[in-house]
């Protein structure tokens, strides 16, 4: 059973769009995370989200939002599509407890193209 | 979370054992060392991760200098799946909602020779 499955793996699009990209985690976790990673292949965090608290990263514009409508789920939602959104996405999950190894599993990335 | 130097990239002949050293002088006392692996167009993957000792799981071993400056990832068999970027991260114990989200660097590309 896939551990975090994203969709769509592929998504191509126009500039001013607005696309979403499902997450879903079937480990019981409490914490959930979106990454972008650019064509340099720099992988940057974008949101921390348990059931309590959203943590947002303050370089992603408010044209990205998250939403989560239960704990096995985060969907990323963005608005107006730009160019320079083009990179892949990942989700991941972790058990965000005291103590805890809070080793993140990684979704297999979607992969946004905006022409 | 503190910083971290990785060599840009390494080769390896393959069931030679890869070493992939890490630095991270402005490591603090509560910051785990972590090492993670994103083989080609997937996903990241955790390896292992350590404090203050050895450590050593199924897939590889972490070695922390005494005075936790520095760190090597060790794959004592290196396979032609191991080609990978390879990362190392420093990141504080818990504290509090949301804290384990991960900062990554450049991370190490190793390419598996055979």
């Known amino acids: 059973d896939t551990a975090v499955s994203q969709t769509p793996k592929y998504l191509v699009t126009q500039m001013g769009n607005d696309k979403s990209i499902k997450c879903e985690q079937n480990?019981?976790?409490?914490?959930m995370y979106w990454y972008k990673q650019d064509s340099k292949k720099f992988l940057k965090i974008m949101f921390s989200?348990?059931?309590?608290?959203?943590?947002i990263n303050e370089t992603v514009p408010n044209r990205f939002s998250p939403k989560s409508p239960d704990k096995a789920h985060l969907n990323l939602h963005i608005n107006s599509l730009e160019l320079g959104d083009s990179a892949v996405y990942f989700c991941?999950?972790?058990?965000?407890?005291?103590?805890?190894?809070?080793?993140?599993?990684f979704g297999p990335g979607t992969r946004l193209t905006v022409l | 979370d503190a910083k971290t130097t990785q060599p840009t990239s390494m080769d390896c002949a393959e069931g030679r054992a890869a070493n992939l050293p890490c630095n991270h002088s402005?490591?603090?006392?509560?910051?785990?060392v972590y090492w993670y692996r994103q083989i080609h167009s997937q996903g990241p993957q955790y390896i292992i991760h350590?404090?203050?000792n050895n450590e050593t799981n199924e897939m590889a071993s972490l070695i922390i200098t005494e005075d936790r400056k520095s760190s090597t990832l060790i794959l004592p068999h290196a396979t032609l799946r191991d080609t990978a970027v390879y990362y190392c991260?420093?990141?504080?114990?818990?504290?509090?909602?949301?804290?384990?989200?991960?900062?990554f660097g450049k991370g190490t590309k190793l390419s598996v020779i055979p």
């Open positions: 991941a999950s972790s058990q965000d407890l005291a103590g805890g190894l809070g080793e993140q599993f």
């Open positions: 480990l019981g976790h409490d914490t």
């Open positions: 989200y348990n059931n309590k608290e959203l943590i």
């Open positions: 402005t490591i603090s006392g509560n910051e785990y």
């Open positions: 350590g404090l203050k």
């Open positions: 991260i420093v990141r504080v114990a818990y504290s509090g909602a949301g804290s384990y989200q991960l900062t």
